[in-house]
């Protein structure tokens, strides 16, 4: 019977993490198309290869509905990216440049793992990677980021950790490198709104 209860119980929590992963992306999209947030194309395009990788190595090592949301994700970020193509930042320095073609190199290295652990670290670290220049530009324009899209996304991170089946490196690591950024972005965004308000 207990186990009937947290099965029923992660089943909610990865239902809840794609409901809140869902709505934390309109206020995002409808700050794009009014040209308040400009998305950061070589951020968009990474996220969008690792969330599909990341969503087929957690399936295939038990994460079960703990991958829903993450499916979901890998939908708006691919989403997101065509949309940067247009109306994405223009603020693009060398170090974006540098970290794009790490991460993409990264992932031709990540096409010849056959371990799934190893494959889970790297997806993790190029998705860090890939997180570096919207931080950066995070830190330099501020207000051209959607906040709450940072802060939903720390609430649908925590709710998929929960709706994970099986825990384990494979299914787990990934998952919190995003938690773990989007409270570091969260961070980053409120307190450098704060200094030059």
Known sequence: MATVNIETFKTACGIIATIISVISFFPYLKDIFKKKTRPHSYTWLIWTILQVTGVVTMFNNGAGIGSLALTVGAFFCGYIFILSLKYGTKNITVFDTVCLLG???????????????????????????????????????????????????????????????????????YPSCILVANAICCSLLWARRRQIF
Do not use: C, M, Q
Request: cysteine-free.
């Open 103 to 173: 991460a993409l190199a990264a992932i031709g290295v990540y096409a010849f793992l056959h371990d799934a652990v190893l494959s889970v670290i790297l997806i993790t670290i190029i998705d860090f990677a890939g997180f570096l220049p919207t931080l950066r530009k995070a830190y330099a324009e501020p207000y051209s980021e959607t906040l709450s899209l940072f802060v939903l996304g720390v609430l649908w991170s925590t709710f998929n950790i929960i709706a994970i089946s099986t825990y384990s490196i494979t299914t787990t690591l």
